[in-house]
């Protein structure tokens, strides 16, 4: 996978470790991606409701974004909430592709323009 | 995916691919949201942000009376670009005083589609300024209202007064061809300008 490896180095100790570091709010971006663990760990507090809505609709990988308009709150609310989830282990999260400008990814570049050109 | 097992994730599901986005912007009415809805594999979704939690910058609010707008809206598509990429279109929020937003919006952008409207080009000129000020490489497309362009390409870059080296394209905001074909002059621009680089 061509973006496996620097995508990899990105990815904060937490979200292998079941939560153990506070996360924070600046984890969450729009297009982070989060998934509900699975299995559930035991020995977290029971969800509330609205953590177990959002833990629902990301069975499968979801973005924050996407989790916001789903759930019609705003994305700040879902990104606190989205921090309880992270620290009960309940969600691993994927951030974005990394973007800078000074060393684009060319691989990346191309992968899009093949993908639109299928559009 | 080698190694995959060994980490906490979905057993069941697949596992999460890398995200990238670019931005729609321009003026209020200009065809934001119908592109974003043309290339988009998902009608639309929208979010809308309380304005008391959107890290307020007093700064950029143009009038006190203005402070009383309660939500900024901002509406997203997405693309399936392969199975282990996706891609998000945002729509910016148009009127000057969520600027605020933009500069959260633009962080970690691949790049903008600036779009104009030749009968008002003047709504799109702040976003233009936008992104040439924090050097986010951009295209111009043109959106023709009637299906029709009045105006050739190059009059439009002269009108803008563009710099060099920035494409501006014609289009149809409500045709996905047309819209994909404008993502694409963005990607070869970014290509273009990433090759010299190495
Ligand atoms: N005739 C025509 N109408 C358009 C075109 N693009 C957008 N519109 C309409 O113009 C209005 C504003 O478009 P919208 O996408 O909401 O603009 P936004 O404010 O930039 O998101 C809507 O009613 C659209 O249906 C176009 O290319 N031709
Ligand atoms: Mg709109």
Known sequence: MGG??????????????????RPSRADFTLITTVTAADP??????????????ILRLCAEPVAVAEL???????????????????EAGRITVHPPHPVTRTTPDLDLLQKVRDGLGRL | ????????????????????????????????????GSVSEIVPLRTEEPLTMAGLDVDDLDGIEEKRATTVAMDFGRITVSDDLVLYLFGTPGQQRFWFMWNDLALGALGAVV?????????????IDFFERRGIP???????????????????????????????????????ESCRDVLVALIDRLIAEAVPAR
């Open chain 1, 40 to 53: 559930q760990p035991q020995a977290a507090p029971r969800p509330q409701p609205e953590h177990t809505r």
């Open chain 1, 68 to 86: 916001a308009a789903r759930l019609d709150l705003p994305v700040s609310v879902i990104v606190i909430l989205l921090c309880d989830l992270l």
């Open chain 2, 138 to 176: 951009f295209v111009i497309a043109v959106n023709g209202f009637h299906g029709e362009h009045p105006y050739p390409a190059e009059d439009v870059r002269e009108a803008l007064t563009l710099p060099e080296g920035v494409p501006v394209l014609l289009c149809d905001a409500r045709e996905r």
């Open chain 1, 4 to 21: 496996g490896d620097s995508a990899g180095r990105l990815v904060r100790p937490f979200t292998l470790t079941g939560g153990r570091t």
């Open chain 2, 115 to 127: 779009l104009v409207d030749v009968r008002r080009p003047e709504s799109s000129f702040a976003a």
């Open chain 2, 1 to 36: 995916m080698a190694g995959s097992d060994t980490i906490a994730r979905a057993s069941t599901g697949r596992s999460a691919p890398d995200t990238v986005k670019i931005l729609i912007a321009g003026g209020f009415g200009v065809g934001k949201t119908t592109m974003v």
